[in-house]
């Protein structure tokens, strides 16, 4: 299909968006915007997914075409766009394991109740609920600050304090078992 052969697709399409002159739409640009993706290394199947996207969009948003002649530069800014947000989600996905994989190798060691377990729990009834919730998903589930603050619906800068607040509350309790244990040892 030649350029001028798009522009006119383009063209009625933004003067009159209704479902034949989007399907119009969509069976010319569609195929390129798939090609667009695949070149910037996405599967076959993400590709067509966000070519879909940037379609959705283009339906929704063709009111605010002002220079319809600037169409084609439009949809392809549209899927650059979508390209970002898919790598920025790419960016954040976490790492996980499925648990019916994996064997018996996660099997609970023998509990000690007068353990370091049990130690943390002591030290962690000197906590309010959220210190305890904080210290817990910081030091034992091992969150970064930013997590925390995205389950806790909370600024980074308020966990930080919550992590430095909590450790100085405990450290007043700490502090008289850390001077016994130097003087056991």
């Not at 383009?10 to 090609?35: C, G, K, W």
């Not at 969150?143 to 600024?155: L, S």
């Amino acid at each position: 299909m030649t350029n001028l052969q798009e522009c006119e697709v383009a063209e009625r399409f933004l003067d009159q968006t209704d479902e034949d002159s989007f399907n119009e739409v969509f069976r010319v640009f569609s195929p390129q915007l798939v090609s667009f993706f695949r070149r910037r290394g996405h599967e076959t199947g993400v590709a067509e997914d966000l070519a879909q996207e940037v379609m959705l969009t283009v339906y929704r948003k063709a009111g605010q075409v002002r220079d319809h002649r600037l169409f084609r530069a439009w949809l392809f800014t549209v899927a650059r766009n979508a390209a970002n947000r898919r790598l920025a989600q790419r960016t954040r996905e976490v790492a996980t394991v499925d648990v019916s994989d994996v064997s018996g190798s996660l099997a609970a060691p023998n509990y000690n109740p007068f353990g370091p377990t049990s130690e943390f729990q002591g030290w962690m009834k000197f906590l309010d609920d959220t210190g305890r919730e904080t210290l817990t998903l910081r030091f034992v589930e091992e969150w970064e600050y930013h997590e925390i603050a995205a389950a806790q619906a909370v600024p980074i800068g308020t966990v930080q304090w919550r992590v430095f607040n909590s450790k100085k509350k405990l450290a007043a309790y700490l502090s008289p078992l850390r001077g016994i244990a130097q003087q056991a040892a």
